[in-house]
């Protein structure tokens, strides 16, 4: 009787190790997910280590850097729609990708121009903590502290795509870019009522 509990035993101590052993082999992977204030951290970045750059003031350069480094950050499909508002319901797809392609071009413009004025070295980023707004949206502001100018406040308002937090607005000192861009297309939008 003994011999057959301490087989017993011997037996189940084996079946144990292997189950930790096969349970440690095929524990499901960690999502390694950037947290929304990462992603703003990572691109905020990318844009100070260029722009302290001098051979970086070539406005090609420039606009090549924000079409591979920064735009890759915002989701225009989701801005577009916050845009085109109560419109959106009366826009076919087309209509929608059209939209979308102008206020792509219109907003890289506009990152064009600003940015060709940033000079990292004289401006200061303090990043809070993101706020989240349920599992897949949240909100992280930064101030911008320069040495001639009152603090600036930046709010990007970010929603998760896959395995990617992406700008779907960007609030400059109380100032919604989807709302400037809203009435900036009015005329476009108007014929959709």
């Known amino acids: ?18 189950v930790q052993a096969f349970n ?6 960690k999502q390694t997910i950037e947290s929304p204030l990462q992603t703003i951290q990572s691109a905020l970045e990318k844009l100070q280590a260029f722009s302290t ?25 989701q801005m577009t729609y916050w845009i085109a508002g109560p419109y959106a319901r009366r826009m076919n797809a087309e209509n929608m990708k059209e939209l979308e392609n102008s206020v792509k071009k219109t907003f890289l413009n506009s990152l064009s121009t600003h940015l060709g004025n940033y000079n ?4 200061r980023a303090n990043l ?5 707004r349920g599992r897949d949206e949240a909100n992280v502001s930064m101030m911008l502290i320069g040495t001639k100018q009152m603090p600036d406040r930046l709010d990007f308002r970010m929603k998760l795509q896959g395995k990617n937090w992406k700008i779907i607005d960007i609030t400059a000192n109380g100032l919604s870019a989807a709302m400037y861009y809203r009435q900036y297309f009015m005329s476009t939008l108007q014929q959709y009522r």
């Open 53 to 77: 750059n001098k051979k970086n003031t070539n406005p090609e350069l420039l606009r090549g850097f924000i079409e591979n480094e920064i735009i890759p950050h915002f989701a225009f499909d």
């Open 128 to 132: 809070k903590r993101a706020q989240y």
């Open 24 to 29: 440690g082999y095929y524990a499901p992977p």
């Open 120 to 123: 990292a070295s004289s401006i």
């Open 1 to 18: 009787m003994k011999r057959h509990l301490s087989l017993l035993f011997v037996l189940l101590l084996t079946m144990t190790s292997s």
